[in-house]
C-alpha cells in the first residue's frame, strides 16, 4: 500500500513552489511530477471504476434518501465527518447546498470522533419536525 504524500502532486493554480522548488506552505521539497489530471482521472478510473464524483455522491444521497422521508432543508439534519484539512471543504460545500446547513462531525482516516457528547449536541441542531 502506497501512501499518500501532497508533495507529489500539483499546486493549485493560484500557487506555485518557491525558487528553491519548495511547497510555500510546508517548505518541504516538491516532488517532480508528470502528472497531469487526465493521468490523474485514468488512474482512477483504472483503481476505482464504479467510484462517484462529488456530485454524483451528493445527488444519490437525495435520490436514496428522499423517498425514505428525509427532506433536504425540511427536516433533515446531515451530520458529516470531515478532516479539518481545507481539501475536505468541496464536499461540506456541495452537502450543505444540497441538504442545508450539516453538523461537521471531526474525523481522520475515515473514523467518526464527535462520541456520546457530539451526538447528543448533533441532535439538538436537528430540525424540530425531523
Known amino acids: 500500500m502506497t501512501s499518500f ?21 510546508c517548505h518541504q521539497p516538491m516532488k517532480k511530477s508528470a502528472t497531469s489530471t487526465g493521468d490523474f482521472r485514468t488512474t482512477l478510473d483504472k483503481l476505482f471504476p464504479n467510484a462517484y464524483g462529488l456530485e454524483e455522491f451528493v445527488f444519490e444521497t437525495k435520490q436514496t434518501l428522499v ?15 470531515l478532516c479539518r484539512d481545507e481539501i475536505t471543504s468541496p464536499f ?39
Not at 5 to 25: E, M, Q, R, V
Not at 104 to 128: D, E, N, Q, R, V
Open 67 to 81: 423517498p425514505k422521508g428525509f427532506y433536504p432543508h425540511v427536516n433533515t439534519l446531515v451530520c458529516v465527518g
Open 92 to 130: 461540506e460545500e456541495e452537502i450543505e447546498a444540497m441538504w442545508g446547513q450539516a453538523f461537521i462531525c471531526g474525523s481522520l482516516g475515515g473514523m467518526l470522533f464527535c462520541g456520546k457528547t457530539g451526538f447528543f449536541a448533533a441532535h439538538h441542531h436537528a430540525p424540530s419536525n425531523g
Open 5 to 25: 504524500d501532497p508533495h507529489s502532486t500539483k499546486l493549485p493554480a493560484n500557487t506555485s513552489a518557491d525558487s528553491n522548488g519548495a511547497c510555500p506552505h
